[in-house]
């Protein structure tokens, strides 16, 4: 079955930086591409940066361009997100997710696999 398991998260001071990882396994993710999405208390989850595994195209939030960067190691099967210039309201729980490519990348409704979560704690 597929597995998605995210790591990295943590406390930081804003201004900081972080990576997540997200390794995926269980299937064949060619035609795949793979979603980051967060989650704070009390609201939404929310839409935050897209890559696909065979093409390497990306897709962010308003919120964090220019600031994170999403990447993946096909030999690995694991999906990167850097994220720098942290702010408290980049805090919330990161979830990594995976969507067949043609489907809307900003919908969570359009992803079949998800993982965890991990926490991200930005302190001001």
């Known amino acids: 079955q597929v597995q998605l398991v995210e790591s990295g998260g943590g406390l930081v001071q804003a201004g900081g930086s972080l990576r997540l990882s997200c390794a995926a396994s269980?299937?064949?993710?060619?035609?795949?591409?793979m979603g980051w999405f967060r989650q704070a208390p009390g609201k939404e989850r929310e839409f935050v940066a897209t890559?696909?595994?065979?093409?390497?195209?990306?897709y962010y939030a308003d919120s964090v361009k220019g600031r994170f960067t999403v990447s993946r190691d096909n030999a690995k099967n694991t999906v990167y997100l850097q994220m720098n210039r942290l702010k408290p309201e980049d805090t919330a729980v990161y979830y990594c997710?995976?969507?067949?490519?043609?489907?809307?990348?900003?919908?969570?409704?359009?992803?079949?696999?998800w993982g965890q979560g991990t926490q991200v704690t930005v302190s001001s």
């Open positions: 890559i696909t595994w065979s093409s390497g195209n990306t």
């Open positions: 269980g299937r064949t993710f060619s035609n795949y591409a």
């Open positions: 997710a995976g969507r067949l490519r043609f489907k809307l990348p900003k919908t969570p409704s359009s992803y079949d696999y």
